[in-house]
T-cell receptor
Framework: AQSVAQPEDQVNVAEGNPLTVKCTYS??????LFWYVQYPNRGLQFLLK??????LVKGSYGFEAEFNKSQTSFHLKKPSALVSDSALYFC???????????FGPGTRLSVLP | DAGVIQSPRHEVTEMGQEVTLRCKPI?????LFWYRQTMMRGLELLIY????????DSGMPEDRFSAKMPNASFSTLKIQPSEPRDSAVYFC????????????FGPGTRLTVT
């Protein structure tokens, strides 16, 4: 069965500093991996995904994520955090049969001015 | 495209009443998902349709919950009778199909059962 772990409930970072939000996964076969962001009182918004190919994928708002197959990880990164990046971030996995999505529990990112 | 449309945006009802939540997926999308989000339990998948057929309803909490997708452009999630513990934000999401496709979420329906 698929599963996603986000080991940190909360990540705090100062504005201008790099940020990392961690995600590890378990899936049979090759994974499709996704990151979403949720702002208060809004639905989830897609940020980026990994399907195949280059392990470093770039997405919206300057975010990027690195796929590491040996560590079964897909950490979200940004070189310089903005206060407006403060939100709830979800990692998700879908197996390559393309069936169900499984979401992680979410990590709350707070960027402090 | 207007994105995924959900109605109503807010619903307040009394315990025991029937509640119907509605969703219009993005045109051309073949997969539709219903989720529930609470502080305590996070984001939970309730049911997943592909080509209007329910594929996985293992997340539906109990018989009080039912979901239908009569055509490619409309789905409903019904709770009958509603209970206070059903209070949550319910999201609908759609995706172009099975495979390496992301989901597109609607704005959600905030349900309060008193």
């Amino acid at each position: 069965a698929q599963s996603v772990a986000q080991p940190e409930d909360q990540v705090n970072v100062a504005e201008g500093n790099p940020l990392t939000v961690k995600c590890t996964y378990s899936v049979s076969g090759n994974p499709y991996l996704f990151w979403y962001v949720q702002y208060p009182n809004r639905g989830l918004q897609f940020l980026l995904k990994y399907i195949t190919g280059d392990n470093l994928v770039k997405g919206s708002y300057g975010f990027e994520a690195e796929f590491n197959k040996s560590q079964t990880s897909f950490h979200l990164k940004k070189p310089s955090a903005l206060v407006s990046d403060s939100a709830l971030y979800f990692c998700a996995v879908r197996d390559n049969y393309g069936q169900n999505f499984v979401f992680g529990p979410g990590t709350r990112l707070s960027v402090l001015p | 495209d207007a994105g995924v449309i959900q109605s109503p945006r807010h619903e307040v009802t009394e315990m025991g009443q029937e509640v119907t939540l509605r969703c219009k997926p993005i045109s051309g999308h073949n997969s539709l998902f219903w989720y529930r989000q609470t502080m305590m339990r996070g984001l939970e998948l309730l049911i997943y349709f592909n080509n209007n057929v329910p594929i996985d309803d293992s997340g539906m909490p109990e018989d009080r919950f039912s979901a239908k997708m009569p055509n490619a452009s409309f789905s409903t999630l019904k709770i009958q009778p509603s209970e206070p513990r059903d209070s949550a934000v319910y999201f609908c999401a759609s995706s172009p199909g099975q495979g390496p496709y992301e989901q597109y979420f609607g704005p959600g329906t905030r349900l309060t059962v008193t």
